[in-house]
Structure formats: C-alpha cells, structure tokens
C-alpha cells in the first residue's frame, strides 16, 4: 500500500510550534500521522517569537492564573528536555515610581474601583507580591527565586539611567524557537510521522467517517490525495481559513490576529541578563542579550488585519520601541542602531477584549465533527505550553482512538538535548576539546544548536578544511547537508533565518552562497 492509499489516524494542516507538537505526541502514543505545512517548517508565528521560556508576569493581572501556573511549570519540564536549546535567564526589572498598570487589566479596574488615589500606579509591594506567586506557583525547583537589586551598586545599573535606583531579578528561560519547531518535527519522524513541508492542503472533504485530503507541492506543482480518520487544524494565523476555505465548515469560533514586532540591535551591555521594561501606557517590552553580538528589543501588540498580509515591523513600531528602550538606557537609540527587524502574527482566540494587549493567551481546542469525520481546530497559545496544549489536543481526541495510551512527552528529551541543565559548560568543555580549530564562540553557538549532535555533524574533524566548504560564519558544508538531510531545508533562508540566526552576521554574497550550494541537488 502507498503511503497516499494509506489511511492515517492524523492529518495535520500546519507545521508550527502546535502542528509539529501535536504530530509528536500522537506518533508516540501508536498513532499513524502526517503533517503537511505549506513553507517551511516554523515559517510564520512560530519563528517570530520572543524566544522564552516564561509564566508571563502580566498575565498575572489578566487573573489567568491557570495558564500562568501551567506555563511555570512547564519552564524547568522543558528546560530538562533541551538544554541546549534553552537556558535560564535571569530578567531585571527596574522599579519607579510611577510604574503603572495598564488600564485594560482586571487588576487595575478592581483597584481604580477600591484604591482610587493609587491613580493607577503599581506599588512596589504588589509588584514584589505578583512576583511571589510567579516564583511559588508553578513547582520551581532549578531556577533560582527573586531578589532585589541595588542598582547604584550591581552592574546591571549600569546601562541604565541614573534615576534608577532598585530593581527586582526573577527567573525564566531563553528557547531557540524555531529550533524547537524543527526538533518535535524530528521526534515525530522517528517515531513514524510522516513529514511535508512545502506542501499545500488545497481542500478536505468528508467521506462517511474519514477524510478526504488534496495536497499540492509548492515546488513542482504535484498533487496527491490523502486519507484520515481525523484533521487537527493547526494552521494559526490561517486556523479559520482552513476551517472555511479549506474544510467547508461553517464555523462560529474566530481568531483575532495580532502582531507583534522586534528589533535587534548591536550588544547594548556586557552582562548575560535580560530587562523588563514597563511603559507609560502600562505595557511592558523585553530587552534581552541576543546571539551573543546583539540585544532583541520587543514586543508591541497590533491588531492585524489579515492573515494574507505579511507582517512587518512598521516605521511606527520600530521608533515605539526604540523611545520606550530610550526610556530606560543612558545610551540613546536611533534607527541608525537597529540592525534587523521582525514579527509575527499571534492567532488569538477572540475572546471580545476590548485590546490586542488584553486578548487571552491561553489555548482554546473545539473539536467539530458534524456530519461525519471529526476535525480539532486550535486556537491560540504560547510557545511555553505547546506541550501541554499537544496534551489536552490528544485529552480531546481520545473518545476516538480507543485504547489510546496515555501521556509520555514531559521525560522525554529531544534530539542533543541529552545531558544535564547543569552540564552545559562540561559539554561546551568537551566541544572545544574534539575541535580546536573552532573559536569558543563557534563552539558556543554549535553547543546551543545542536547539543550533543555536534559530534556527529562534525565526526573526526580536525580543522575546517576537514569539514568541506566554509560559508562564513562558521557555515560549512558539513552543517548544510545535515541541515539538508535531518531538518528539511531547502533554502539558504531556511537555514540562516529558522534553523540558525547567521542571517545576521553573512554577506549578501555569502548568503548565495548558501543558496547556490542548497540548489545543488
């Protein structure tokens, strides 16, 4: 039998942080799935994130205890999994005195109600309170509590103005997002998923009790028709465009898209920690130490009009974030300082908040099954519980896949990722040792790729000549056909803007290069 005669238990429409988690968890547990995505893997939302690992501290105010207890928990659960691509960060936060919150939260409607000559403004005691329950609510257990800092003393007073005076420290962790993406796809391969990227679901109909699924290449054009007891819809910013367009389903679930953009800069300070940054409009931007070189400055929140648009950082969002990080450093920032932008579109289950900042984070899965063959749509989400939300998909899915086993994912390690939290510098220690000719830094960024993997992609090298032809960067041909081979790039743009950032430090010369070299096969 074919593997397009073949009859899946999963379809999936999507192949982000949701698909490629949800493809996983299913073909570990027995089930037969295939995963089409469009582009590449992590294409859209899933490669525009902020990079973390976090509870998410303002989520507190929306009162979404639930989901800010989950994605606490979920912090060392992943962190113990991949500790190569992800790792503790401490976050600073600098208090003044007129911190305020921002007027959509319940938090200050209840206290403009009960304490109105507060005027607004975030005392310190409830922010060190908010910041209790971020350390005690989620089981922390690796990452270390809050402490307050002396900044006219602690270098991380450093960068900032003089008016700052205390600051709080808490923890959270720093994720290489699209790496992630592409390693849950890797897992779901190894254990019987079949995964395509670059290929289009063009329409799916029901037959009786199964699935109908038409595919299109987006290289040569081939279509192919699939068949599947069930569809898990994990298009995201394109969710409801599968649900009609796709699947013909009238539907009265929605998604409110909404866009949030970055901006890197060159290295802004010296030490390895992030700041919390809060606004005058009660919004709050991360400035976090980014690919060594550099410092991630986001993120806004707009909402976006259409999933068809592709999403930029505007000229309006890059100078709002530049005038809000102005704010805080002595060093004042221009465009002249930023050196690349991005962003991406969160697909938000529309909740009627009154604001893109006050629409819900958490997940939200319906399960649609009129007429015959069920579909999962999902709806929301963060990258911090992905885990979690691939759990309560395959919760919602049970009833029909009887004798499903039960939950597997939160022990298991991804593809490098087998060694300690606690042993990353006797890892990078060993890199150098194997691999002299590589600069520290090299190591560094090889270690925090690929984990352990690095002994295999770079076998017996003793030198870069070893390794066949150097790119820049550190790129050589050995890393672009395991990047070809095990993680489905078919681009130089896949390879240098998803599966690593180098994008960031090649020519463009270098970057055809790369594409040239790709195409050659």
Known sequence: MSETQKTYDLFVIGGGINGCGIARDAAGRGLSVALAEMNDLAWATSSAS??????????LEFFEVRLVREALTERETLLKAMPHISWPMRFVLPYHKDMRFDSETPT???????????????????????????????????????????????????????????????????VQDSRLVVLNARDAQARGAKIMTRTKVTTARRDGDLWVINTQDMNTGDTQEFKAKMIVNAGGPWVMDVIQGVAGINSQESVRLVRGSHIVTKRLYDHDKCYFFQGEDGRIIFSIPYEQDFTLIGTTDADHSSFDEKPECSD???????????????????????????????????????????????????????GGAPILNVFGGKITTYRRLAESALEKIADYFPNLPGKWTAGETLAGGDFEVSGTSALLDKINANYSFLTNQQAERLLRTYGTEVFEIYGAAKSFEDLGEHFGAGITEAELNWARDKEWVQTAEDFIWRRTKLGLRLSKEEQNRIEEFLQKR
């Open 50 to 59: 902020t990079k973390l690992f976090h509870g998410g501290l303002r989520y």
């Open 108 to 174: 200050s409607k209840l206290l403009t109600l009960f304490m109105p000559w507060m005027k607004g403004r975030r005392p310190s005691w409830l922010i060190r309170f908010g910041l209790f329950l971020y350390d005690n609510l989620g089981g922390r257990k690796i990452l270390p509590g809050t402490t307050t800092l002396d900044l006219t003393r602690s270098p991380e007073g450093g960068p900032l103005e003089d008016r700052f005076a205390k600051a709080y420290e808490y923890s959270d962790c720093w």
């Open 316 to 370: 309006d969002e890059r100078d709002y974030l530049l005038a809000f990080a102005n704010n805080y450093f002595k060093r004042d920032l221009s465009t002249d300082d930023v050196v690349w932008t991005y962003s991406g579109v969160r697909p938000l289950y529309n909740d009627g908040a009154s604001s893109a900042t006050a629409a819900t984070r958490d997940y939200v899965l319906r399960v649609n099954n009129d």
